[in-house]
């Protein structure tokens, strides 16, 4: 039975790891390393690769970082898949923030083990300060933390429960 509500939430995982995948292709296969494409006055596209973590963390490290976010992401997805199993049938906000978080990490770990780096590409920025470039993977682990941490201040918990 656990496994059963685990699995109804893994289709969104496989679709964030689908989408970050087929992104990433399409840009390493159509634009060159560095080059940018303006979209909006405060967003392009521009193809990047972190070797590092978040923010580029890590990334002049010397090769080593490689396997260690590898390994850390391996571990992270492993966690996530049995919380994921012990999850009760009302905890639809946190299996959904989970599941994000889930597809987000393979979805690097997919870059990293492959190339050893992360293909990055989102280019938030406002004149010359830019946010690191990021890519689908990191906003579907926003977006699932972003979740989880509505969840933990009740905004999963129904009117009827008496619990905002």
């Keep these: 039975m656990r496994n059963a509500f685990m699995a109804k939430w893994l289709w969104l995982s496989l679709l964030a790891v689908i989408l970050d995948q087929a992104s990433k292709l399409t840009i390493a296969s159509s634009m060159q390393l560095y080059q940018s494409i ?63 978080v889930l597809g987000g990490a393979i979805g690097n770990l997919i870059d990293r083990l492959a190339y050893g780096y992360v293909i990055d590409f989102l280019d938030v920025y406002y004149q010359s300060w830019h946010w690191p470039a990021f890519n689908i993977a990191d906003s579907a682990i926003t977006l699932g933390v972003i979740l989880m941490l509505a969840e933990s201040f009740g905004f999963s918990h129904s009117k009827d429960s008496g619990v905002l």
Excluded at 40 to 50: A, G, M, R
């Design 38 to 100: 303006e979209i909006t006055p405060f967003f392009k596209l521009t193809y990047v690769h972190n070797t590092g973590a978040a923010f580029s963390f890590l990334s002049e490290a010397g090769g080593w970082q490689r396997w260690f976010f590898a390994g850390l992401a391996m571990a992270i997805s492993v966690v996530i898949a049995v919380w994921l199993t012990r999850l009760k049938k009302h905890e639809t906000l946190l299996a959904v923030a989970l599941a994000l």
